[in-house]
């Protein structure tokens, strides 16, 4: 069985300053895979990062990158210089490889503020 | 990555009447899934459809209150069934897209009120 844990229920940011949202998992595969995703106001999910459990070097993607320490089990979402659109639901998923099933956090609601 | 429709985008619908989604890719996927999201709530697997075959459902949901079609590789539907208001939720569909890892991109989401 897997499980994500996000502990930050809200987080309120200054815009242009760096943000991080936590996530710790739990799993006994040997492989898996971590996912963060944002969810606005309208509804949709939109994919963020993915974070291999074997790749050695964390990912990145523009403004966003993972912070991924497996020793801990954590994968942290970073934001670089936040801006007003950021604000939104930030979920934190997982799921093994072999089994598609993604699982998800209760996700961090991010407001930055002007 | 894959662009992902659904329709209809919202809709409002009286208790015991059923509602079925639509939800289209813009290229051939394999693997295809039907999420919940209820109100102020994180997303739950309701099933995952492969072309040619029945879903498989998670623990909890049954094919009879959310039968799934998955007549080819670009296109399912997801049917709630004699709905109840505790039905009210936002439904999504997602396909896995495996050209670079194992990422899983989702439709816009289909959000449903019963009174």
């Known amino acids: 069985a897997q499980k994500i844990t996000q502990t930050q229920p809200g987080m309120f940011v200054q815009e242009k300053e760096a943000v991080t949202l936590d996530c710790t998992y739990d799993t006994s595969d040997p492989s898996y895979g971590l996912f963060w995703y944002k969810q606005p106001s309208s509804g949709e999910m939109i994919f963020l990062i993915y974070q291999g459990s074997y790749d050695q070097q964390n990912a990145t993607e523009g403004r966003y990158s993972l912070n991924f320490q497996k020793a801990r089990k954590s994968a942290n979402l970073v934001i670089s210089a936040s801006q007003l659109g950021d604000s939104a639901m930030y979920f934190c998923?997982?799921?093994?490889?072999?089994?598609?099933?993604?699982?998800f956090g209760t996700g961090t609601r991010l407001t930055i503020i002007p | 990555s894959a662009v992902i429709s659904q329709k209809p985008s919202r809709d409002i619908c009286q208790r015991g009447t059923s509602l079925t989604i639509q939800c289209q890719v813009d290229?051939?996927?394999?693997?295809m899934f039907w999420y919940r999201q209820q109100p102020g709530q994180s997303l739950t697997l309701i099933a995952t459809a492969n072309q040619g075959s029945e879903a498989t459902y998670e623990s909890g949901f049954v094919i009879d209150k959310f039968p799934i079609s998955r007549p080819n590789l670009t296109f399912s539907t997801l049917t709630v069934s004699n709905m109840s208001p505790e039905d009210s939720s936002i439904y999504l569909c997602?396909?896995?897209?495996?050209?670079?890892?194992?990422?899983?991109?989702f439709g816009p989401g289909t959000r449903l009120t019963v009174t």
């Open positions: 997602s396909v896995e897209w495996t050209v670079n890892s194992y990422e899983q991109y």
């Open positions: 998923a997982m799921r093994a490889f072999g089994n598609e099933k993604l699982t």
């Open positions: 290229s051939q996927v394999t693997m």
